[in-house]
């Protein structure tokens, strides 16, 4: 019995040792943001301060403004797509939420909506835009709409593209990694490509349109000094509160755009949108997923600019 012991307590170190071999393999340093700005961050991005940060955004084109806004873990260059096709005739505002892109972390650490939503005010204030379209994706889309609520003097039209913030929606498997003890440590300096890649297959509805250029863009952004911690700040901070019941105090045009193939928010949620916001439209878009602005950014732009007209 001894001996059985001895070998399973040798098994087990040596999977320990595998185990913490494996992790250390995985590490990534952060990359401090000056060396992303040569990439990332070169005109037409400019910086301003606001709340104690070197905000990234870009402000392109002439026309009325519409404002985008991103998703957990991403950055503006997500409506690289829809800049393309929309800055002839339009001002496309958009920006680097904090704890992402090369904004990087608050130093308040707080990730709320509510904030983001005030940051959003406060960046508009910045810009002398005192009313916009506004257009936001996942995590982006929860702060558009509660923007919105708050302010909706303050917002022509809006765009929910696979938007968060409705309840009964499992967070994603990395959402949920995040949150668990000893694994959000890990997940802290634990990041290499080939998880980031797969991360993007997963959302995406069609693995081929997943490039090198994309995947090299999301890790870079997601080592960015002090974005990491963000994130786990964020993932395991104060609940955000649905918006189910406030989707009857909106009271403006608002087109729902949504990915058919959304892994992550499924596509019922989109018809629970459209349900609970009056007028409302709809258009969803076979074979896309949770980021359909970046899979398919001619016809999503070109919905959104039809509905947004002039």
């Avoid at 809006?158 to 499992?170: N, R």
């Avoid at 105090?249 to 018809?271: F, M, N, R, T």
């Amino acid at each position: 019995m001894r001996r059985i012991i001895r070998s399973l307590a040798a098994l087990a170190g040596a999977l320990l040792l595998i185990a913490g071999i494996a992790v250390a393999a995985m590490i990534r340093p952060d990359i401090p943001v000056d060396e992303l700005i040569p990439r990332y961050g070169a005109p037409p991005s400019q910086f301003m301060q606001l709340e104690g940060m070197r905000v990234h955004y870009r402000d392109e084109g002439k026309g009325p403004p519409l404002l985008l806004v991103h998703g957990t873990s991403s950055s503006l260059h997500t409506w690289d797509g829809w800049v393309r096709e929309l800055a002839g005739r339009r001002r496309i505002v958009r920006v680097d939420l904090p704890g992402f892109g090369l904004t990087g972390p608050a130093p308040d650490r707080d990730y709320r909506v509510e904030r983001y939503a005030r940051f959003i005010g406060g960046f508009l204030d910045r810009l002398g835009i005192a009313r916009a379209d506004i257009a936001g994706n996942s995590l982006g889309g929860r702060v558009a709409l509660t923007f919105t609520l708050a302010h909706p003097d303050r917002v022509r039209r809006l765009v929910l593209v696979d938007a968060a913030g409705l309840s009964g929606v499992p967070p994603p498997t990395i959402f949920r990694l995040a949150r668990t003890p000893v694994v959000n440590s890990i997940l802290r300096r634990a990041t290499p490509r080939f998880l980031i890649r797969r991360n993007l297959e997963e959302v995406y509805g069609d693995d081929s349109r997943v490039t090198d250029a994309l995947v090299d863009r999301y890790h870079a952004m997601v080592r960015r000094a002090g974005n990491r911690d963000a994130l786990v700040d964020r993932l395991t901070g104060p609940e955000d509160p649905v918006l189910d019941d406030r989707l009857g105090d909106v009271d403006l045009p608002v087109l729902i755009e949504w990915g058919g193939d959304d892994p992550w928010i499924p596509v019922a949620c989109a018809h629970r949108f459209q349900r609970g916001i009056g007028g409302s439209q709809l258009r969803i878009y076979p074979g896309a997923g949770h980021t359909p602005m970046e899979e398919l950014p001619a016809p999503t732009a070109r919905d959104a600019d039809a509905f947004l007209g002039r």
